[in-house]
């Protein structure tokens, strides 16, 4: 399960505000980290997650529970939410932490049944695709930065 945006942000202004600014010595430094705080506490209620991520995540979790509902001869779920995928990211997210959950007491359910079945398969490998994009999403953390305090290619 991903965090919300306003989580994220929330966590970020608050180290900031714990783990840096107490360190930081120098007053332009401190200066330019306070502007980033008051930045992200302007743009907090503005921005959101991208939707077209959210609304793909949303319909291959939908798929992959049809698809093991129906090799476990498990009646469909809930009914179809497709005015959900209009919605805007935060009601996508609810519904993709949702499936997240009913995917998880599924994956239990058929894994009882039959550990080796083509149901666990489905649930199994839906969970480990979605893991897959968002490695491919996420950008490659900053070791060197982190370890030595240089700013070498930062854009990448």
């Known amino acids: 399960m991903i965090a919300s945006l306003e989580r994220v942000l929330q966590g970020i202004v608050a180290t900031l505000r714990t783990d ?3 360190k930081v010595a120098d007053d332009y430094a401190r ?3 306070v502007g980033v705080i008051d930045l992200l506490n302007n ?3 503005r921005v959101e997650w991208a939707r077209e991520p959210l609304v793909e995540a949303v319909r291959e ?3 992959a529970l049809a698809r093991a509902r129906d090799l476990l001869s498990l009646p469909s779920g809930s009914s179809d939410q497709s005015p959900l995928m209009q919605g805007n990211s935060p009601a996508l997210v609810v519904e993709r932490d949702r499936l997240d959950a009913e995917i998880a007491d599924l994956l239990a359910q058929a894994y009882r049944r039959a550990p080796d079945s083509e149901a666990v398969r489905v649930l199994r490998k839906q969970i480990h695709d979605d893991m897959v994009r968002e490695m491919a999403m996420s950008r490659k953390p900053l070791f060197a930065e982190m370890t030595n305090g240089g700013s070498r290619d930062r854009d990448n």
């Open 31 to 33: 200066g330019q980290v």
């Open 20 to 22: 840096v600014i107490p």
């Open 61 to 63: 979790r939908r798929e």
């Open 43 to 45: 743009i907090a209620a």
